[in-house]
């Protein structure tokens, strides 16, 4: 019974996230510890791996509709590829309830910076791209890390920057699944490297992820209403946020 209300919860995740490009692991990680599997072990490389393959196959409704900025996003998403695994080689080193501390601070602060920017038009002008690529190297390599150690593929730090340097909201959500699936591989590989894996988890959650990021990218980059897609998130991520700080106190 367990199992299939862990591939429910992360299809309906994937269709979600996917929607703005973030893969999801803000849902995928707590879920699993929830369900009772290792944190260190189990929930941040699955969180990764499911982030990676959430991004990934939504870029190719966003590419269909030409919603990437390929050029722009490449310093970015490099940046991110390199530092990545430094963070998921300093997980082992973070006791599990200082990483859940570091996550719940994560997802408060994406919710709010989500809250903030649903209240803006969207933007006319867009950053030359010499200053999106230099601002992109260095917010990729924080995402990145933050990524590759919290399992969560950085997302939730590279969307709001590049509706800041001026991306419409769907064409930040098309770029942010370009760079975190970069991260996201990128961080899964290096827990991969201490030999964590379970098959019969991996395989349901596959699945539910290459279903629901399908449809959610397909309606993100042809239906949805942005400011209406960010406003949902961000209530998504502040109950995610106050479950992990509720679980941390009571702990």
């Known amino acids: 019974m367990l199992y299939p209300l862990i591939f429910a919860i992360i299809f309906i995740a994937s269709f979600l996230f996917a929607m703005l490009g973030l893969g999801g692991g ?11 599997f290792s944190v260190k072990e189990v929930a941040i490389p699955l969180g990764l791996l499911l982030n990676g393959l959430n991004t990934l196959l939504a870029l190719i409704p966003f590419a269909r509709k030409k919603l990437v900025d390929w050029k722009g996003g490449s310093a970015m998403a490099i940046a991110a590829l390199v530092c990545a695994p430094i963070g998921a080689y300093t997980a082992q080193f973070v006791p599990v309830k200082q990483l859940l501390i ?10 709010f910076r989500m809250l903030l920017f649903s209240r803006n038009p969207e933007p006319e002008a867009m950053m030359s791209l010499a200053k999106r690529s230099a601002i992109g190297a260095g917010v990729g390599a924080l995402a990145g890390f933050a990524g590759g150690l919290l399992g969560i593929g950085g997302g939730f730090i590279i969307a709001p920057i590049l509706m800041w340097m001026g ?8 770029t942010t699944a370009y760079v975190v699936t970069f991260s996201s591989f990128s961080g899964y590989l290096g827990h991969m490297a201490e ?4 098959w019969p988890l991996t395989i349901g959650v596959v699945i539910a992820v290459i279903a629901g990021s399908q449809l959610g990218g397909s309606f ?4 949805a209403n942005p400011k209406w897609v ?4 961000a209530v998504v991520l502040l109950a995610i946020a106050i479950k992990l700080i ?5 702990s």
């Open 102 to 111: 570091l996550f719940s601070i994560a997802v408060l602060v994406a919710a």
């Open 195 to 198: 030999g964590h894996f379970n």
């Open 167 to 174: 991306y419409k909201t769907k064409k930040a959500a098309a």
């Open 220 to 223: 993100m980059s042809t239906k």
């Open 246 to 250: 509720w679980g941390v106190i009571a």
């Open 230 to 233: 960010k406003r949902i998130y």
């Open 26 to 36: 803000m849902v995928y990680v707590p879920v699993l510890k929830w369900a009772g």
